[in-house]
């Protein structure tokens, strides 16, 4: 009997939530694809400004592993002067890099990180998300990111994880960590 290599049927999966830990389990797939010798790619919509410890990190993955980082830094938070406009063209690049990656059969897996932020913020439409559903090959694994996913791509994917805050070092007044949360 043949192995089930897992890729026989691509899978969708969406982990949303108002919780820690939605990029972080995308990640951690990545880790866990490549130790099969699987190709992935993700895209960032929304980080981009800031340095945070992934980007060495998938770095050290390669080449099994490519890092898109797309948008222009957390929208409307913190330190962001940039005009909406600037980061509508941004995760519009994201938008069509996502797309030409997920149908060029070059990728077992491929992640769209913060893509619902995207998509509530208006970054990117409805039907834009629709389509890249809709344009998911049949053996790829599609992993979408990002607090607030929609009722429809929830009813789309295959699997679901909302992450939910039970407590929070922030509430302590202890900022984010260095190798724990960037």
């Known amino acids: ?57 998938i770095k050290k993955l390669a080449p099994n592993v490519e890092l898109d980082i797309m948008g222009e830094g ?24 996502a797309l030409e990656k997920m149908t060029s059969g070059k990728y077992d897996l491929v992640i769209l990180d913060e893509l619902n932020v995207a998509l509530t913020l208006g970054l990117i439409s409805f039907d834009e998300l629709k389509e890249l559903v809709s344009q998911k090959p049949q053996k790829l694994h599609l992993v979408i990111t990002g607090r607030g996913a929609k009722n429809w791509l929830i009813e789309q994917a295959d699997l679901v994880t909302e992450m939910k805050e039970v407590k929070h070092p922030y509430q302590k007044g202890i900022l984010a960590q260095k190798g724990v949360d960037y």
Not at 28 to 39: F, N, P, Q, S
Not at 85 to 91: D, G, L
């Open 1 to 57: 009997m043949p192995e089930n290599d897992g890729k026989s049927k691509g899978l969708l999966i969406v982990y949303t939530g108002d919780g820690k830990g939605k990029t972080t389990a995308a990640l951690g797939m990545t880790i866990r694809a490549v130790g099969y010798g699987w190709k992935v790619a993700v895209i960032q919509f929304i980080k981009g400004s800031w340095k945070y410890g992934e980007m060495d990190g």
């Open 74 to 97: 957390f929208v409307g938070i913190i330190d962001d002067d940039k005009p909406m406009e600037q980061h509508r063209e941004a995760a519009k690049k994201a938008y069509d890099l």
